[in-house]
């Protein structure tokens, strides 16, 4: 099992930038695939990022796609969003997710961050 704790969100104007971090506690975080969804007001949570285990492979949405970058440090068991040319729209709760490499379809999700964005 591995817990999960998000931090770095906060207010920013739009065209800033931000960079989320997920601190991992646990076992064998450098075995985990990790993710970071978001989930805005009065939306269903939706996909953002995703790196593999051993970051050789990163998946992106079409709506971030060139604009956040994904990475992680699996000496320190933490995972990185790096948001830049943030937009109104990015205003959401990001979350980090951890997809167990043992049991299939099975998750971690941290408590989640704020972002918000200002026009």
């Known amino acids: 099992q591995v817990q999960l704790v998000e931090s770095g969100g906060g207010l920013v104007r739009s065209g800033g930038s931000l960079r989320l971090s997920c601190a991992a506690s646990?076992?064998?975080?450098?075995?985990?695939?990790m993710g970071w969804y978001r989930q805005a007001p009065g939306k269903e949570r939706e996909f953002v990022a995703e790196?593999?285990?051993?970051?050789?492979?990163?998946y992106y949405a079409d709506s971030v796609k060139g604009r956040f970058t994904i990475s992680r440090d699996n000496a320190k068991d933490t995972l990185y969003l790096q948001m830049n040319n943030l937009r109104p729209e990015d205003t959401a709760v990001y979350f980090c997710?951890?997809?167990?490499?043992?049991?299939?379809?099975?998750?971690?999700w941290g408590q989640g961050t704020q972002v918000t964005v200002s026009s």
């Open positions: 997710r951890a997809a167990s490499p043992v049991v299939s379809g099975l998750y971690y």
């Open positions: 646990g076992r064998m975080f450098s075995t985990y695939d």
């Open positions: 790196i593999t285990w051993d970051s050789e492979t990163t």
